[in-house]
């Protein structure tokens, strides 16, 4: 079974500072894409960064990196130089190569300090 | 802005009551999935749609429908609501599978936040 554990439910950042957001995943299967989704209060998912499984670098986009340890079964999201605009829900998902869906872990509330 | 819209944005239905939520897919998108998120949750597979036809369903009962449309855009039905049926409906497109390691980025509408009374 696949499975996703954020373990932070509230998070508090000074605006400029960086911060990690962290997550945990499961699964038997060899091949499976890590994600995290930010949603603001308006509701709307908004995609920010994406892991392979097989990817040897971590990925990065813009601010966002995602430090990738695989024999940890890790995916933590780390946002540098945080904004205000910043402060949101964010969650991290799986989606295996043999299944159809994405796997949500509850989320962690980020609130950026001004 | 992701292109993927749904309708409506609110609405209230009263417990036996039917529901119809609409999601117009992403340009060049041909799969559809449903998720339903409860307040304090991460959002829940309830299926999925490809080229019109359900390839996935999650952990929910056959009152949950969809269907999926030439357009690809799709809907999802709801019969005999329930007061747990209360909740967030996202609605994600995905492009067509590019290779291995899950890659395919799903783009979520802003959802319809359902509240059953």
């Known amino acids: ?114 | 802005e992701t292109g993927v819209t749904q309708s409506p944005t609110h609405l209230i239905k009263t417990r036996g009551q039917q529901v119809t939520l609409r999601c117009s897919s992403q340009s060049g998108h041909n799969t559809v999935s449903w998720y339903q998120q409860a307040l304090g949750q991460g959002p829940q597979f309830i299926f999925q749609y490809y080229r019109e036809e359900e390839n996935g369903r999650g952990n929910f009962p056959p009152r949950f429908s969809g269907l999926q449309f030439p357009n690809y855009s799709s809907e999802l039905n709801v019969n005999a609501l329930e007061l747990d049926d209360s909740a967030l409906y996202l609605c994600a497109s995905s492009p067509p599978p590019r290779g291995t390691g899950g890659n395919t980025e799903a783009f979520f509408g802003q959802g319809t936040r359902l509240t059953v009374v």
């Open chain 1, 1 to 114: 079974a696949q499975k996703i554990t954020q373990t932070q439910p509230g998070m508090f950042v000074q605006e400029k500072e960086a911060v990690t957001l962290d997550c945990t995943y499961d699964t038997s299967d060899p091949s499976y894409g890590l994600f995290w989704y930010k949603q603001p209060s308006s509701g709307e998912m908004i995609f920010l960064i994406y892991q392979g499984s097989y990817d040897q670098q971590n990925a990065t986009e813009g601010r966002y990196s995602l430090n990738f340890q695989k024999a940890r079964k890790s995916a933590n999201l780390v946002i540098s130089a945080s904004q205000l605009g910043d402060s949101a829900m964010y969650f991290c998902a799986m989606r295996t190569n043999t299944g159809n869906q994405f796997y949500f872990g509850t989320g962690t509330s980020l609130t950026v300090i001004p």
